[in-house]
């Protein structure tokens, strides 16, 4: 017999990804005996499975006295069918927030402190408000160096991780912040064309219109299994996919949909995400992005180069060897921001048309070849120039379509019904772009989640432009977004900052 108060269970068909919510009238004897108020955090069973749900109550007749609604995620999780009955008893208290709040007082998070946290993100244990005091605490109260190791490990230790039967495992990441900065999947083809096994496995958009994953799926299938993964790096040396398909490090995950909320990538945490899922997917040699400029998210070489130390030192704790490169990050890199925009700056440079983003060329070539002389493919100072060998005589592109067709298919990336271009009020030089704006029309267009949405920039810095000549171009999926993201647009002139000559 269940424990707890048996009510029969309805299907609400209420979307809340990875989050379990139940909804209960008010007036139940449930509610009134156990003195559940709303937003409580209650345990609902059904047979041998069980979830953390939060609590609404309802006035309404949406749900019966004797009924309990379950969201979709919350019905999917305890394998329910019609008419079926689930109990529901109060949550033990989470121990895992005293630590918490010692952290918002200045206090160290210990190893076993930060293990019994993820444990409990990884369990459901915590609702979005906990994840959200978490991740705010880490943010203000910064992370020294054994709280960032003893939190990566942590993540590391709930999930899959992967072993492969030989070495070097090379993978590259790129910090963030920066729109554009799509060199990734050029990257993966170039290394592996050359030789080296580099099974990538990237994030969706935190903060930003788009990540690597949103980007890559536009053009291949991304939601690999662990199987898959597998045998797409064995045949063709390298796979571009989402992490959190495989459980590699996957309470990042969930925290990120509650950090995209927030718009908040604490120091210590960035840290902690980056080498997780790298330590987690068998990466033995690490090339980092940094970029640095005014609008980018990290805003001073000083603070890049503090970062950079962090991501060092925690990645040799787990036997990574990881480099940064700190680069320009003072402009977006190439012309499109949005997944499918970037990924057609991706295919011109793989492609080698002339018209293709140089900027994303350049970019690109010094990471791959960084990363060719990390692995050991090329000799100290000759990386750059195999890479761009690689590029030119077109062994990179057919690699890329193999690991596209590996995947699952390659695709081709949509293209937007609505636009609007955005012309220069004045004439002069362009002497600031603010990419923190621009990386926020694309997302109030619908990017990353509509996928042809998102922005064409069409200056760049340093460039003359004439009154009435383009400087970009808002591209959305439907009348209503544009419309939203334009209002946006009127209301901040400066996106595009001009010298009078």
């Not at 109060?90 to 293990?115: F, M, Y």
Request: aromatic share 4%; net charge neutral; charged share 20%.
């Amino acid at each position: 017999m269940m424990a707890g108060h048996v009510m029969t269970a309805l299907r609400l068909g209420i979307e809340t990804p990875s989050e379990a919510h139940i909804f209960m009238h008010k007036d139940c004897h449930v509610c009134r005996a156990e003195g559940f108020a709303a937003r409580s955090r209650v345990v609902v069973s059904h047979g041998t499975k069980s979830v953390v749900a939060t609590l609404y109550h309802v006035t309404s007749g949406l749900v019966g006295l004797n009924e309990a609604g379950l969201s979709e995620w919350a019905w999917g999780e305890l394998g329910l069918g019609i008419g079926a009955k689930v109990s529901v008893s109060h949550a033990p208290p989470l121990e895992s927030l005293s630590p918490i709040r010692g952290k918002v007082r200045g206090n160290r998070l210990d190893a076993t402190a930060l293990r019994d946290i993820i444990n409990d993100v990884q369990a459901g244990r915590y609702s979005s408000i906990h994840l959200s005091a978490f991740i705010t605490a880490c943010a203000a109260r910064a992370l020294d160096y054994d709280e960032m190791r003893d939190l990566t490990r942590a993540m590391i230790d709930v999930g899959e991780r992967i072993e492969w039967p030989s070495k070097p495992i090379v993978d590259k990441h790129s910090i963030g912040g920066l729109p554009g900065n799509r060199t990734t999947p050029i990257v993966v083809a170039i290394v592996a064309a050359c030789g080296l096994t580099i099974p990538k496995t990237s994030s969706r958009a935190i903060t930003s219109p788009a990540g690597t994953a949103d980007t890559m799926e536009t053009m291949a299938p991304v939601d690999l299994d662990l199987a898959t993964m597998r045998r797409v790096v064995d045949k063709e040396g390298g796979c571009i996919a989402w992490g959190g398909a495989m459980g590699l490090s996957p309470t990042d995950d969930i925290m990120i949909r509650v950090e995209r909320v927030l718009d908040l990538d604490g120091e210590g945490q960035l840290v902690a995400s980056i080498l997780s899922k790298k330590v987690a997917a068998g990466a033995t040699h690490l090339v980092l992005d940094l970029p640095v400029g005014p609008t980018a998210k990290v805003r001073s070489y000083e603070a890049a180069q503090t970062l950079s130390d962090s991501l060092v030192e925690v990645g040799r704790a787990f036997g990574l060897v990881a480099k940064v490169i700190i680069s320009d990050g003072t402009q977006p890199v190439g012309r499109g921001i949005g997944p499918a925009l970037e990924a057609r700056d991706v295919l011109a440079v793989l492609q080698g048309q002339a018209m293709a983003p140089s900027d994303l060329r350049s970019h690109a070539l010094a990471l791959a070849g960084a990363l060719l002389e990390l692995g050991g493919a090329a000799p100290e100072g000759s990386g750059m120039r195999l890479a761009a060998e690689t590029l030119a005589s077109g062994k990179a592109w057919q690699k890329f379509q193999r690991i596209c067709d590996a995947q699952g298919g390659m695709r081709t990336p949509p293209v937007a019904q609505h636009h609007h271009v955005v012309k220069a009020r004045t004439s002069g030089l362009v002497e600031r772009i603010d990419s923190r704006k621009l990386s926020r029309v694309a997302k109030l267009a619908g990017a990353p989640d509509a996928k042809a949405a998102g922005v064409e920039l069409h200056l760049r810095l340093g460039a003359p432009v004439s009154r009435g000549e383009p400087a970009y171009t808002v591209f959305a999926e439907s009348p209503g977004e544009l419309e939203y993201a334009m209002s946006y647009v009127a209301l901040n002139p400066d996106i595009i900052g001009l010298a009078r000559t």
